[in-house]
């Protein structure tokens, strides 16, 4: 647990999480990745049982989207 | 000059009957026209006739519709049936059921079993083919005296609207040439293609949906119970939406959703309707079965709704004034209420005795239905048929979680049609103040019976007095005082009876009944319940007293304070 914010991940836990997510990303293949986030989206909503931290987590996910490389 | 296909339409299973053209009439000038002769217009023309009222029936055709089209049919829809007495058909011929199942990949996902109470008369739903809802209410309508039924007329404009006071005139025409038809009143039954509609250049708000879908009638002995079957991205119909109904004499209704850009004239060409059923039927393991097609049609998934129901002296009701979608089996259904609802109301102005402004009431409380079914069918038909992109990706992850997640299955529920309760309607006393009815008592804390009951707005809720006896088996053609007590001899106090007789002497018709039936008296609570000729709930007291019974009776027929214009 991240001790100075125990609301957050620590840092070997973020890395961790990082790399999940881009190995995922991967393995589902360009095909599927559009839907294998959508279904992590649903899965991670449900486990933070919070719709308003949703709502404000899709506006921060929503902004700087644009110059992005692909 | 309107000339009429007089052949019967095909059908594998429904004997159709035509009916000579009606000939022009000798009097062209009535009370109330219906235009259309549908479930919808039929059911006004019943209804009207139950409080006393004629009407001619206008139906452009001269035999009943083609196709199954309407095919489930609610409990709250078979109550008002029962109104006019066209509920027996539903018991002898139609399905009951009560469950819907949802397929992904072959596995079930998703099952809905709606709970039947045993107080309820009727099934949550009815599968029966529409032209036997229509040829019972036809038949009905041919012993009212009351009913002017015309075949082959059709009409052809609206020449008056009747705003500012004067009658309604429309132009009919027949095989036999053109007339015009005076009317006080013009209920505009004549559905989705509503010419009426049209002509006066009114507009539907609301939403239209990509999704066009095929519906296909197919006699086949399939050895299934009958639930609703809807199937999810099935392998031959990829990321689209396939849907199984069961209907009376061998028949089956197979609704199958195209792919996008293709043509309702593509859609229907034999070789299409063949390939595509069959496949569904091989996917569902029963591809050896013999079938043969009976009816076929396309439609698109719309949720719409005048925002008015009232322009001049043309009313509208049914598919006329709104388009609903078909998840939820809204469309017929709706238009019940709305038949129910209009024919009291459009009885007492007609005959003078309620002011205009009580017509004003069916548009607040039937819009306001229609505008909540489409927000709410408007979640199911983005389920369904999704619109985006992004809808898409949300209902295929959905799907694909569903397989193993139990958190997202209750997005498949395709939250069937329900009777709306008119709980701000003005025709209500406690609208205008709480202190006039007993309403927002009931449940409460101090309340020492603690029946929250049925609130003020809902329909009835039925109850089984004895087996095959049920409470609103025979609602009476005006409003119903019902007071119920333990106690079993109760007279109604004097007092009471000098407003009920008020009340009669301006023409209202109003019955009593005292009930004490353990279960009534379970359901609803010691009380005295005022219901509307429609069956819905206007006000409820603990304790009757005459002066709020009078002020109740005075609002429930748009004589309330706010309803009278200065």
Known sequence: MNT????????????????TLAEAIDSAGPQHAELFLTKLCLLLANRLSDDMAVGEMVKVALADLSGAAR | MHQVQTTPHP?????????AASPRPVNMAACVVIVGAGPVGLTTALLLAKQGVRSVLIESEQQV???SRALAFTRRSLEILQQVGAHTMFENLGLPWRCGNSFYRGQRVFRMEIAHNPHDRFAPLTNVQQQFVEQSLVDLAAQQPLIELRWGHKVLDVLETGINGAQAAIEIDTPEGRYVQRAAYVVACDGARSHLRSQLNLKLEGSSYEGRFVIADIRI???????????FDPTWNPGNTVLMHRAPLDMWRVDYQLPAGETPEE???????KRRIQAQLDMIG?????????????????????????????????????????????????GFQDAQNLAWKLALVVQGKAPLTLLDTYTHERVAAAREIVFEAGKSTRFM??????????????????????FVRPLYHWRTSRAHAYLDSPLNAASHDVAWDDN????????????EGLKVGEPMANVALEPRDYLMDNFPAGFLLLIVSAQETVTTDAEIEAVLAQFRAQGFAIFVQHQHHPQVLACYGAGAYLFRPDQHLCARWRTLDPRRLEFALQCAVGAGPELISV
Request: aromatic share 10%; hydrophobic share 40%; charged share 15%.
């Open chain 1, 4 to 19: 100075s914010n125990p609301a957050a991940l620590t840092i070997p836990q973020l890395e961790n999480v990082y790399d």
């Open chain 2, 11 to 19: 059908s594998v299973y429904f004997d159709y009957k035509v009916y």
């Open chain 2, 65 to 67: 519709c083609s196709g």
């Open chain 2, 221 to 231: 002995q399939l050895p299934l119970p009958t639930e609703r079957l809807a199937f």
């Open chain 2, 267 to 273: 859609a229907l060409q034999p070789e299409s309707l």
């Open chain 2, 286 to 334: 029963h591809g050896g079965i013999p079938w043969e097609l009976d009816w076929s049609s396309v439609y698109s998934a719309r949720a719409l709704t005048l925002p008015d129901y009232r322009h001049g002296r043309v009313l509208f009701a049914g598919d006329a004034a709104h388009l609903l979608p078909i998840f939820g089996v809204r469309g017929a259904n709706t």
């Open chain 2, 385 to 406: 048929t999704p619109p985006t992109r992004g809808y898409r990706l949300l209902r295929d992850a959905v799907l694909s979680l569903s397989l193993t997640q139990e």
């Open chain 2, 440 to 451: 927002a008592q009931f449940g409460a804390a101090s309340d020492a019976s603690q029946v």
